[in-house]
């Protein structure tokens, strides 16, 4: 598609790749020249040595759109959709092949005037207005020649009929749609009612601000006026009642306080309390602001990385609440600090060779990730470098890595070695259990 003039063009093809791609374009620039920017996805076929090669020797500069940002290609993606729709109703009208009506689609399509151009495209393209049916139906019309042949009655009869048809199906669509829309609301929708006295929360505008909303309150339902309206009681605000729908409304729950017990009911049982310092980064999924407007606090966090060495530094003052029994034991770990340092150490304890029984080497390249992910896996990648834990290597053999999210919202950094497991060799031995059983 052109840019400028929105002057669409589609092939259909057996194959997409690049050979296959060349020549249609080809084809194309025979008949309206050579263009000076190309602009693709970032496709293998669109980034091959072949098709770069091609565009160069015509002087053609190529560029490519973000990846996962269709966007960029804002237009072109909006008219695959309407081809597809034109497709469609085209097939179902006439009963034929899809690729039959390609030619007759493109050409409804290039001569029919532009919203924001002003213009059809094929009239910025060839400068003239293209002599089409709409056209060739006027000239019959207004012809006298024509004028015994075709019959006004019919024809306006005949655009009524086929009126009533487009609006059976443009009911039918509808009623498809909302059904869809009405399953997925459906699935998240919670019924909820109130009754005089509750208290809930109040979407309202903000004042000074009428394109922001906020929940205010809390206030009290005094009256049901139907199944989806309220009347409230707004003391604070210039009405002091005001009906609302329940889509507005949120229940209001009072935060309970928990109960310290004092001395006298733990029995003369000595109870200190332990705390720890963590550093948790929160996650961006669960601070901030709810869907609704309110602000909620951090969500506690699990799984969070400690520092050892600062532990074992002040070790005895978080083994004040054991026993003497109990603090000997836990103790062993001043002996044993090695085992718990901040970084993850390497044992050579046990070792074992992984037998491919001469299969070929496999190859896997990298998945596509966003930019975001593509971060966070560079520094783990410097984390396991920089620690000894990974090395750099030059073997045929490569499997992607990818990110795995945990409960505590960071990600687990893995590799995917689903096709190298399927070519290994397991030696399948008799082993003796502690009891003096064998297994395979």
Request: net charge positive; glycine share 4%; proline share 5%.
């Amino acid at each position: 598609m052109c840019v400028a003039t929105r002057f669409p063009e589609a092939i259909p093809l057996r194959k997409i790749t690049a050979p296959v791609i060349i020549k249609a374009l080809v084809k194309f620039f025979s008949t309206f020249g050579l263009p000076k920017i190309v602009q693709t996805d970032q496709g293998t076929n669109f980034l091959s040595r072949l098709f770069k090669g091609v565009l160069g020797s015509l002087a053609i500069s190529h560029r490519v759109s973000s990846a996962y940002h269709p966007q960029s290609q804002g237009a072109l993606e909006r008219f695959h959709q309407t081809l597809k729709s034109m497709l469609k109703k085209y097939c179902m009208d006439t009963a034929r092949d899809w690729d039959e009506g390609v030619p007759l689609v493109l050409f409804a399509v290039r001569e029919t005037v532009q919203e924001s151009l002003g213009f059809s495209p094929a009239e910025l393209v060839f400068g003239h207005q293209v002599r089409g049916p709409l056209k060739v139906l006027k000239e019959q019309i207004l012809t006298a020649d024509s004028c015994p042949k075709t019959n006004v009655l019919d024809y306006v009869s005949t655009f009524r009929d086929r009126l009533h048809t487009a609006w059976s199906l443009a009911r039918e669509s509808l009623a498809t749609a909302q059904k869809g829309m009405k399953h997925k609301f459906d699935q998240k929708a919670i019924a909820q009612s109130f009754m005089p006295g509750d208290e809930v929360l109040v979407l309202l505008p903000v004042p000074g601000s009428s394109l922001s909303a906020h929940f205010f309150g809390p206030y009290v339902v005094k009256r049901r006026m139907s199944k989806t309206d309220y009347m409230l009681s707004t003391p604070d605000r210039k009405r002091q009642t005001r009906v609302c729908h329940i889509n507005m409304l949120k229940a209001y729950h009072v935060r309970e306080k928990a109960e310290v017990k004092t001395s006298e009911q733990t029995a003369g049982l000595a109870v200190t309390s332990v705390t720890l310092a963590v550093e948790v980064t929160p996650s961006p999924s669960i601070a901030g602001a709810d869907e609704d407007g309110i602000v909620l606090r951090n969500a506690p966090q699990q799984c969070a990385r400690l520092a050892n060495s600062g532990i074992l530094q002040d070790l005895s003052s978080y083994l004040i609440h054991l026993t003497s029994d109990q603090e000997s034991d836990i103790k062993l770990i001043s002996d044993f600090n090695c085992l718990f340092s901040d970084v993850p150490r390497q044992t050579n304890v046990l070792q074992h060779n992984i037998n491919v029984s001469g299969a070929r080497p496999i190859k896997q390249h990298a998945y596509h990730v966003n930019t975001v992910k593509r971060s966070i896996m560079r520094q783990e990648v410097g984390y396991l470098l920089e620690n000894g834990l990974a090395k750099p290597s030059c073997s045929p053999w490569s499997s992607p890595c990818l990110l795995v999210p945990k409960p505590d919202g960071t990600f687990r950094f893995c590799t995917d070695y689903r096709r190298v497991n399927d070519v290994i060799f397991f030696f399948r031995q008799l082993s003796v259990t502690a009891d003096g059983r064998l297994y395979r």
